[in-house]
């Protein structure tokens, strides 16, 4: 996918949120880095075009084409890029009973950066189409953390991980470079 066809970085709206632990679920308050949302990003997008765009950045790996689980997960080995190919869903950043929770309509184009630790979930699935792009930095491989207090050793390692050096879609110019 040509850079041309990204949203300008000059027009792009870029959330940001700071998630406060809850129970057993880090989110943010280890590596204080916060989940990034690249509002409509990809004009257009289809699982192709982005897998191709974040290849040739050389930044993550594209692994999977799904939906989103159902059920609050979080990963402890690696930070995640979610990219929305199809559809709109109401996801929840955070665990849900968490009252810093942050909960919000992904749609088609949208990415999603999400630190290792941020909790998430598919709260509800607005249109029936919603299919992500799921991908992991180079090397890395990821698990599957539930909140459970057996994972506490599991959650002590997410404070050697390494944040990016280089924004996965965007490249030495975007966001991720500047939390």
Known sequence: MPSSSLTPLT????????IPKFNFYPNTSIQHRPLLIYHECFPNPSP?????HLLSRGVVVPQWRYSMYKISHFHSTTHEVLCIVSGRAK???GGEENPGRV???????????????????????IES???????????????????????????????????FNTDPIYGSEGPVLHV
């Open 103 to 125: 909960d919000i309509v992904a749609g088609q184009g949208d990415v999603f950066i999400v630190p290792a630790g941020v909790a998430h979930r598919l709260l509800e699935e």
């Open 48 to 52: 192709s075009a982005i897998e191709s």
């Open 11 to 18: 027009s792009l709206r870029v959330s940001k949120y700071q």
């Open 91 to 93: 996801l929840c950043f």
């Open 129 to 163: 189409n919603f299919l992500m792009v799921g991908s992991y930095p180079v090397g890395k491989d990821w698990d599957m953390c539930y909140g459970k207090a057996d994972e506490m050793d599991r959650i002590q390692t997410i404070k050697d991980l390494e944040w």
